[in-house]
């Protein structure tokens, strides 16, 4: 009998201490069996591999108190395998609904603000949108100078302006919506 069987075994017959055990045996295997069901899903997917496993895996032990009745290892699994289906399904019925954005596309906001070759008037209209940014967000519009401009990463934009990673990342995504907005 397979540590995994034996562990499934103890919690079955309601040893406390047996599902702390579990979850160290079958993580790698849950998590290529949570990749490979990801796999499927349509780009922009936002869960990740590990959140999936972790939602199966609390989902599989269920309630404390409540027995769960596993016959062996594949039974297991099998289980996890429906569960991370559930919750993909879950999760793509809340984004098809109003309040998630249903019916909305998404845009690659980099793409769309991709400086063309001989658009001079494009530029003029960057450069103002980028200057009226600076008097509202001076330190997004320091980020785009130094992203869009200078080509820099987000890394080397936060060494360069002495701030986190996180915070560089912030002013970023708000500076793309902003700009976008505005030269729509």
Request: aromatic fraction near 6%; charged fraction near 25%; hydrophobic fraction near 45%.
């Amino acid at each position: 009998m397979s540590d995994v069987t034996q562990v499934l075994s103890r919690i079955e017959s309601g040893d406390p201490s047996a599902a702390e055990q579990l979850l160290p045996l079958v993580y790698d295997e849950l998590r290529k069996l949570a990749a490979a069901k990801l796999v499927h899903e349509k780009p922009g997917q936002t869960l990740q591999a590990t959140a999936l496993v972790h939602e199966a895996y609390l989902r599989l032990l269920g309630p404390a108190g409540v027995e769960q009745p596993w016959n062996s290892r594949g039974h297991f699994f099998a289980a996890a395998a429906e569960a991370m289906r559930r919750i993909l399904v879950e999760q793509a019925r809340r984004k098809h609904r109003a309040r998630h954005g249903g019916g909305r596309q998404r845009v690659d906001l980099d793409s769309q603000l991709q400086l063309p070759g001989e658009a001079d008037d494009e530029l003029l209209a960057l450069d103002e949108a980028l200057q009226r940014l600076a008097a509202e967000e001076p330190e997004a519009a320091e980020v785009v100078k130094l992203r869009y401009f200078a080509g820099l990463t987000i890394e080397e934009t936060a060494l360069a302006l002495c701030t986190s990673v996180r915070t560089v990342n912030r002013h970023w995504a708000y500076a793309r919506a902003w700009l976008f907005h505005q030269l729509k």
